[in-house]
C-alpha cells in the first residue's frame, strides 16, 4: 500500500464526512486494518503537514487524536509507536510518544472522592444518578459535574442541555481525578472545543498519555501557554516546545482559529 496514497484518502473522506462520530469510526477502521508499516509512515506525513499548520491535516489529525485514545486502539499505537522509533518517524513519535513513568507519590492517607448530595438524606444510587445525568435541569447538572464516577460523566457528556462553559469548568478543576479528565478526552463532541482542550493540556492532573496527542492540535499561543504554565508536568511541556520550533512563521499559521 501506498504510503502517500493513503495519506490522500484520509484527508479526502474523513474531511467528507459531515458527523464527529463517523469520522471517528472511519479512522478507527483505517488504523485496525492497514498494515502498521505505510500506515505510519502516511501518519508522519499528516502529522508533519499538521506542524506546518495546514488546516486539512489539523482536522483530519484530530479525528485520529479520537481514535487513538480508545481503549480498543491501544494496540495499534503501540505497534505506531515501535515503527515511528524503528524508521525515525519524528513527526508520528510526537504524536504516539510513550510517556515517562510517574513517581510513585507518598502514601498519605486520603478519603475517597465525594458523591454530592443530591437528596436530603440518602445517597442516590450509581444507576440513579446515571439516569439523572441523561435528562437533568440546570441545577442538577451543577451537582452531577461533581460526581466522582467516569460512567455519570460520560453520560453526562452526552446530554444536549451540558454547555460548553460546563465542560471547560470540569476539565479545568483541581485538584481533577484522571479518569473524569479521559473520559472528557474520549468525546468527539468536547474534544474537538479549543477551550475544552487548552483546559485539559494546563490541568497538571490529565493523565499524560492523554495530554501528549493534544499537544500536536495546539496553536502557537496554546503552546506558548502550556509551554510556560509550571502546573504542567515537564515532559508535556518539553513536547510542546518541541512542537512550537516545528511552527511555521507566525503569518502562515491562523492563530485565531484553532481547529474545531
Known amino acids: 500500500m501506498d504510503p502517500r496514497r493513503l495519506e490522500g484518502t484520509l484527508l479526502r473522506v474523513t474531511r467528507a464526512l459531515p458527523d464527529l462520530s463517523l469520522r471517528v469510526s472511519y479512522v478507527s477502521g483505517v488504523l485496525t486494518t492497514t498494515p502498521v508499516a505505510p500506515l505510519a ?3 508522519d506525513a499528516l502529522c508533519a503537514r499538521a506542524e506546518q499548520a495546514e488546516e486539512p491535516a489539523r482536522e483530519v489529525l484530530l479525528s485520529v487524536v479520537d481514535a487513538l485514545g480508545t481503549p480498543e486502539l491501544h494496540g495499534v499505537t503501540q505497534l505506531l509507536r515501535e515503527e515511528a522509533a524503528g524508521e525515525s518517524l519524528l513527526s508520528l ?3 504516539v510518544r510513550q510517556p515517562p513513568p510517574s513517581r510513585a507519590a507518598p502514601e498519605i492517607e486520603s478519603s475517597e472522592p465525594r458523591v454530592p448530595e443530591y437528596v436530603k438524606g440518602r445517597t442516590l444510587t450509581l444507576g440513579e444518578r446515571k439516569s439523572l445525568a441523561r435528562k437533568p ?3 442538577a447538572i451543577e451537582k452531577l459535574l461533581r460526581d466522582p464516577h467516569p460512567v455519570v460523566i ?5 446530554n444536549p442541555r451540558v454547555t460548553e462553559d460546563d465542560v471547560v469548568r470540569l476539565a ?3 485538584p481533577g481525578l484522571p479518569e473524569i479528565l479521559s473520559e472528557i478526552a474520549r468525546t468527539p463532541m468536547w474534544l474537538h472545543r479549543a477551550r475544552v482542550r487548552l483546559a485539559l493540556m494546563l490541568n497538571p492532573d490529565t493523565p499524560p498519555e492523554v495530554a501528549a496527542p493534544l499537544a500536536g492540535l495546539l496553536v502557537r499561543q496554546e503552546l506558548h501557554l502550556v509551554a510556560e504554565a509550571a502546573c504542567v508536568p515537564p515532559h508535556v511541556r518539553a513536547l510542546c516546545i518541541e512542537h512550537l520550533e516545528r511552527r511555521p512563521p507566525v503569518a502562515r499559521e491562523s492563530e ?3 481547529v474545531q
Open 256 to 258: 485565531g482559529e484553532p
Open 137 to 139: 435541569n440546570r441545577s
Open 93 to 95: 513519535e510526537r504524536l
Open 172 to 174: 479545568a478543576r483541581r
Open 154 to 158: 460520560r453520560r453526562l457528556l452526552e
Open 41 to 43: 509512515k502516511a501518519l
